[in-house]
């Protein structure tokens, strides 16, 4: 174990995997810290954190590095509608992580999806409302359109869902599930006020099967980074739709906070350790993202901006 004062506070190595981690998740056990970045400066501010680079606890090879940062920062201090969501992904990218593990606390709208059970989204439903920064490429020089119809890296998720079984409940009658299907969904609402009893029912006939307040714009980012990205949704209370129960309190929500912290402890330590043994091939190839931004570059060359230019080149040095 390291003395916290000794650890340096930059890293030149590589690394492989970035977390961000969400509500009541500020750092993972199974980590051991080699680094910890101040706050990075980035063309689009600087990030919720310091940046935490670890190896796997117990790893003397040191050769499987991850990059941690807490999205509402280190004390909780950033709203989900204020959070440096471009500055977070832009540094995870820069730092040339190969995907991006991300954890959330989230509402469940299924009665079947309990509270304290994990859930692998593949789709998203947007109902922020336009206030966050949301793209790389939306000013006026480079527009680019990236395709979204697909937010989430299956590959990903299909790599996770195979660890479903370290998820447990401190009640030993119980159990958690780890649920994952290719339209299972998740609504992105503005905050931070919670749903109203009718928004919650209508976000049910929408297909809604969980909520939060932080997968958008996230999710965008990672694409136009052309990182591979998964979010595992921790299930914390059944939102507001029942109307034979209390709509949800951020009691309900911490209520569940410790069970699903141990558990996304144990899913990623599970994570970590499999991939530091043998890098998925989705982190190797890049999940078919690499160069698709090239692509969805509408704007002429010649009228391309110079200093927008300047910015991306923060996060695709290769591309001009
Ligand atoms: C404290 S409940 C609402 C809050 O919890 C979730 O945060 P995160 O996604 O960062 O885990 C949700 O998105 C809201 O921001
Ligand atoms: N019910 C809910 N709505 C939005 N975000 C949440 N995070 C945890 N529970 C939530």
Not at 96 to 110: R, W
Not at 137 to 145: K, P, S
Not at 274 to 285: C, R, V
Not at 300 to 316: G, N, Q, V, W
């Amino acid at each position: 174990m390291t003395d916290a004062s000794e650890i340096p506070n930059f890293f030149d190595g590589t690394v492989d995997l970035g977390i961000i981690g969400g509500t009541g998740l500020y750092h993972l056990e199974c980590l051991e810290a080699i680094a910890v970045i101040p706050a990075m400066v980035t063309p689009w501010g600087t990030t919720s954190s310091p940046i935490t680079i670890s190896k796997v606890v117990g790893d003397s090879q040191q050769h499987f590095h991850v990059a941690f940062i807490s999205r509402h920062g280190l004390h909780h201090q950033y709203s989900p509608s204020t959070v440096p969501f471009r500055a977070n992904m832009a540094a995870l990218k820069h730092l040339k992580c190969k995907a991006v593990l991300s954890f959330s606390a989230v509402g469940s709208l299924q009665q079947h999806i309990k509270p304290r059970d994990f859930v692998l989204p593949q789709q998203i439903i947007d109902r922020t409302k336009g206030i966050r920064e949301s793209s790389y490429f939306n000013g006026v020089g480079l527009v680019g359109h990236v395709g979204f119809g697909k937010p989430f890296s299956e590959s990903f998720a299909k790599y996770i869902s195979q660890f479903g079984s370290v998820l447990k409940h401190a009640d030993p009658k119980e159990s958690c599930s780890l649920h994952f299907g290719k339209d299972t969904t998740v609504v992105c609402m503005e905050g931070p006020q919670f749903s109203t009893r009718a928004e919650s029912k209508m976000y049910r006939m929408l297909g809604g099967d969980v909520i939060n307040m932080s997968v958008l714009p996230e999710a965008k980012l990672a694409r136009e980074c052309e990182l591979p990205y998964q979010m595992v949704c921790m299930s914390t209370d059944y939102d507001a739709w029942r109307d034979e129960a209390e709509p949800v309190t951020v009691e309900t929500v911490i209520a569940n906070l410790h069970n699903n912290g141990a558990n996304a402890n144990a899913l990623a330590s599970t994570i970590i350790t499999n991939m530091a043994n043998e890098l998925p091939e989705f982190m190797l190839t890049g999940d078919g993202l690499q160069g698709s931004i090239k692509m969805s570059i509408s704007t002429k060359p010649h009228a391309m901006s110079k200093e927008t230019i300047a910015k991306l080149e923060y996060l695709l040095p290769d591309y001009w």
